[in-house]
């Protein structure tokens, strides 16, 4: 009997050990805990930060991502402004609103490095360069960026303002205008053309960035004091997320079937989502930062956001280094 209690003892001990050892196994390699922000709901051309997850990168880093839906730009802004997320995605023109105003916050990151604002219209229309839009009744949101943007757009390429017929409509409204061929061009994204297209319309577009105007578009962005005391994690961070879009690259239908396990009622065309990602994929550099790392952005490009931004929003433009860094990619 007594040989039998030290044997439960002995095993009850190596037990509780054995616990102990495995808990703190447990924490050791939980990760440092990320709280990240999207912009909006999940669409393709962030899916690459959930195959980044799926594929492991940011769990080698050490780092535990939490990666979270959102309601705008403005929203994740205010989330990491406010301390409430640790990273945020952004539009960065609206992060340069944001850091204008004295909001500490700064972009670390771009996955899509010039602007998707387009004139798109249906082939028959016969438009083929930016003067041709003269005459053409142009479906636009009152705030959305395409048409903030088209003066600049306009005076760049020629085209005489008072000679375009002006339709404002609602966000929802102006892609179905143009398929119903109400009117002859929408000011939209270019990557909204594949879902288009789908319901049978033969469309093209005009790219600004195609034609001399373009804002640097989504990004990361971080508080100025995570940048002062979390730089290890931010490098992480940035390096890991840069391998998710060259995967995404390599194999965008792997990147698009991640996002669809988690938004299957969001995303539910594989073909369009997977023509949607490549077409934000090509956004990854402009010609000033090719041959960088995925994600690290060119300061010219910023100077042209500040300058578009200032001339036709009335921003207050800072000095640029105000608004972004590179400093959490590897040199090399």
Known sequence: MVFARQKFKWAFSMAAVLGLVLSLGASVYAGEKIQFQNWWVWNPNISPFHLAIDNGYYKAEGLDVNYVEGKGSAYAIQAV????????????????FA?????????????????????????????????????????????????????????????????????????????????AKKVDVALTYFTSVPEMAAQGADL??????????????????????????RGAMLRKFVRA???????????????????MKRA??????????????????????????????????????????????AKYRKMKALAVDRYYTNAFFQKN
């Open 241 to 259: 997320s840069s391998k998710g879009f060259a995967a995404a690259r390599k194999d965008p239908e792997k990147s698009v079937a991640g996002l």
């Open 81 to 96: 402004g406010a301390g409430r997320a640790d990273i945020g995605v952004s539009d960065l023109g609206t992060a340069a």
């Open 99 to 179: 850091i204008s105003k004295n909001t500490p916050i700064k972009a670390i990151f771009s996955f899509l490095q010039s602007g998707p604002q387009s004139a798109v219209s249906h082939r028959e229309t016969g438009i083929k360069i930016p003067k041709d839009l003269e005459g053409k009744r142009i479906a636009f949101g009152p705030a959305d960026s395409g048409w903030i943007l088209f003066p600049a757009f306009a005076a760049a390429n020629g085209i005489d303002m008072s000679k375009i017929i002006q339709v404002a409509a609602g966000p929802s409204s102006i892609k179905q205008l143009l398929l």
């Open 264 to 309: 299957p009622m969001t995303i539910s065309k594989k073909k369009i989502a997977v023509q949607n990602l490549k077409m934000s994929l090509s956004l990854l550099h402009t010609k000033r930062s090719k041959g960088k790392a995925i994600g690290w952005m060119a300061p010219e490009d910023w100077e042209d956001t500040i300058r578009l931004l």
């Open 204 to 229: 093209i577009y005009l790219r600004y960035a195609d034609y001399k105007v373009s804002l640097i578009g989504g990004g990361l962005v971080v508080h100025t004091n995570t940048i002062k005391n």
